[in-house]
T-cell receptor, first 107, second 117 residues
């Protein structure tokens, strides 16, 4: 069993839909990251969380430390949101990654 | 520089040859990480540097892989006698702090796509 599990693996949506991507982990962590990887391979760090909730534009990330679960929400989704979204947890000095959620948003 | 710079962006090499991948982190970032993403796979940790030393090399897949960092800045990842299974995107990230403090982030480079033929 992977230490970091994401669901769903693949997600398609119509423009404007509300999207939720889930991440569950089984190890103790100091922080959790949400990353975005575009088709060219570049990775952008979206959020780093250790508790509660963060919001940036149309993106919202939440974490429940007791339940070892985090969610990434995208409101009013847009085709440019199409990417792979990766959850990663920090174990001391390194990241442990989920396998990613491939999101496609159609106009 | 403004971001983490990796070179080359693409590398095609013949099986059995050695390759060197370079990472130039953000100036002043003391922590540097190498990750690998094989085709269809998730990202995996390779090695972590704090300054010039590597406290954690646990992710290096074999003794054909080595990495060094000089001057607390540029790092090179060397793969000797490359094999086809080494084909992957090799990503570098840097960070300004170390340890388990949660309030620092990573900046990723755009990666080197290595293809071993």
């Amino acid at each position: 069993k992977n230490e970091v599990e994401q669901s769903p693996q693949n997600l398609t949506a119509q423009e404007g839909e509300f999207i939720t991507i889930n991440c569950s982990y089984s190890v103790g962590i100091s922080a959790l990251h949400w990353l975005q990887q575009h088709p060219g391979g570049g990775i952008v760090s979206l959020f780093m969380l250790s508790s509660g909730k963060k919001k940036h534009g149309r993106l919202i990330a939440t974490i429940n430390i007791q339940e070892k679960h985090s969610s990434l929400h995208i409101t009013a989704s847009h085709p440019r949101d199409s990417a792979v979204y990766i959850c990663a947890v920090r174990d001391t000095d390194k990241l442990i990654f989920g396998t990613g959620t491939r999101l496609q948003v159609f106009p | 520089g403004a971001g983490v710079s990796q070179s080359p962006s693409n590398k095609v090499t013949e099986k059995g040859k050695d390759v060197e991948l370079r990472c130039d982190p953000i100036s002043g970032h003391t922590a540097l990480y190498w990750y690998r993403q094989s085709l269809g796979q998730g990202l995996e940790f390779l090695i972590y540097f704090q300054g010039n030393s590597a406290p954690d090399k646990s992710g290096l897949p074999s003794d054909r892989f080595s990495a060094e960092r000089t001057g607390g800045s540029v790092s090179t990842l060397t793969i000797q006698r490359t094999q086809q299974e080494d084909s992957a995107v090799y990503l570098c990230a840097s960070s300004s702090a170390r340890g388990a403090r949660p309030n620092y982030g990573y900046t990723f480079g755009s990666g080197t796509r290595l293809t071993v033929v």
